[in-house]
């Protein structure tokens, strides 16, 4: 094993989950801080909440490529020679999960950062892209249901985890399912708050269409 180059990827992936998407595009085109409005995380959710659909679809956007890229620097380090094949899974896993801590919990926007759901999403599509597919779908119909993303991403994470344990979608690795169902945990105890404001009525609808 390279291990000069795996930790330099591993840092790598965090710095670049650490990108706090939200919080830039809001003080360079707003001049707000996007965590000081709506439910005070700096992720898409929010920014779709406070600015608008187009902000919130690049923020989006930026946030899901963030959590690709830095899962697939576990394929630079396979393809250097600093890794096993059969310990590529490892280092994705490892690579995205850094990615998701940093945009969690970003060092360059004093570790206040989002709920780490876009930044998820790309890590399981450079993972097991037929699965988070379908949970995309299931994402989309929630969405257009109820209107709460909240829901719809609590959702689509738990569709991912019970996904794997059906013949097609089901990982050659165990480790993956296994993640997949801590994915679906801390995504709900991610949005713990949300759950609250869901039970209260209190939960903010994004307007879907022009309706409110």
């Known amino acids: 094993m390279n291990l000069p180059l795996v ?61 690709w890229a830095a899962t697939m620097m576990a394929s630079v380090m396979l393809s ?3 890794i096993r094949p059969d310990q590529l899974l490892y280092f994705q896993l490892a690579c995205g999960a850094l990615a998701v801590v940093g945009h969690i919990y970003p060092v360059f926007a004093q570790f206040r950062g989002g709920k780490g759901v876009a930044t998820v999403l790309g890590m399981m599509l450079a993972i097991a892209p037929a699965t988070v597919g379908v949970c995309i779908l299931v994402f989309l119909v929630m ?34 399912l296994g993640f997949g169902f801590v994915l679906a945990i801390l995504l709900i105890y991610t949005h713990r708050a949300n759950i609250g404001r869901l039970r209260a009525g209190t939960e903010s609808r994004v307007p879907l269409f022009g309706r409110k």
Not at 24 to 53: C, M, P, Y
Request: glycine share 12%; hydrophobic share 50%; charged share 15%.
């Open 143 to 176: 969405l257009l249901l109820f209107r709460y993303v909240s829901l719809a991403s609590m959702t689509a994470g738990v569709a991912f985890a019970l996904l794997q344990l059906l013949p097609p979608f089901r990982p050659d690795n165990s480790l993956l």
């Open 7 to 67: 930790l330099a990827l591993l840092v790598a992936a965090y710095l670049l989950g650490s990108i706090p998407t939200a919080l830039w595009v809001g003080r360079r085109f707003f001049g707000l801080d996007i965590r000081e409005h709506g439910s005070g995380n700096a992720g898409a959710t929010n920014t779709f909440r406070v600015l608008g659909k187009k902000p919130g679809s690049v923020v989006m956007a930026i946030d899901v490529l963030k959590g």
């Open 80 to 82: 250097q020679g600093a």
